[in-house]
């Protein structure tokens, strides 16, 4: 909230404020809860999912293939030690030769999304650009999720 | 001296050349759209509301 506001709440008596400096957008693309009206729409954060394959810039495409594949997967997120973004593989990547290195076949720095965009608008951007997973970052680039296409579909219908 | 010889897109948008389309990052997309209206259009920018600092 804004620094005057903070301290006006301070001189009604408020003793738990805080000055959330870097702001609402920042705080909602953490993925962190919000209230109001739109909060009734699902957003990507609500659909992403979590337990998408991550891995390394050096390894191999062939085990990061091998260990998508076990998961069910046909894409895997590339990050680094803090989980911030680097690359992204879809199926097309994935398929490379198994012993290129990920950095060398990665979709690099791949258009991300917050977690707080609406599934509906997403569901219509990644329709219109074919796109069938899209990665969901906070404001700093770490990895919230991917979200699917499919997963979309399935809670518009859902909600309908 | 090097020239880029990639073919430009434009913005759905704001019709700004583009390089390659913010959203999918495919070239030659129908629908390429650039970093600024993508941003606008999934509202992942909010209008500032005070002209002031806060």
């Known amino acids: ?160 | 001296m090097s020239q880029s010889t990639a073919a430009k897109e434009k913005c759905k948008g704001c019709d700004r050349e583009i390089d390659v389309c913010e959203f999918c990052e495919q070239p030659g997309c129908p629908v390429a759209i650039c970093y600024s209206c993508v941003n606008r259009e999934l509202k992942q920018t909010l209008p500032q509301p005070h002209a002031h600092g806060g």
Request: proline share 6%; aromatic share 6%; charged share 25%.
């Open chain 1, 1 to 160: 909230m804004s620094p005057r506001a903070a301290w006006r709440l301070e001189t009604l008596g408020f003793s738990n404020v805080y000055d959330y400096v870097d702001g609402k957008n920042d705080w909602m693309a953490a993925g962190l809860p919000t209230e109001g009206t739109n909060n009734l729409e699902p957003r990507a954060a609500d659909l992403a999912r979590k337990d998408v394959p991550t891995c390394g810039l050096t390894e191999k495409v062939g085990d990061v293939k091998a260990r998508a594949t076990a998961a069910g997967w046909d894409a895997a997120v590339v990050i680094n030690d803090e989980r911030v973004v680097f690359g992204l593989l879809r199926s097309k990547e994935l398929n490379s030769s198994p012993e290129e290195l990920i950095e060398k076949v990665m979709r690099p720095a791949p258009s991300t999304f917050r977690p707080f965009v609406s599934a509906h608008e997403m569901l219509h951007f990644m329709a219109d650009h074919k796109v069938e997973n899209a990665p969901i970052t906070t404001s700093d680039g770490r990895l919230f999720g991917l979200l699917l296409q499919k997963d979309v579909i399935a809670a518009m219908e859902k909600k309908s």
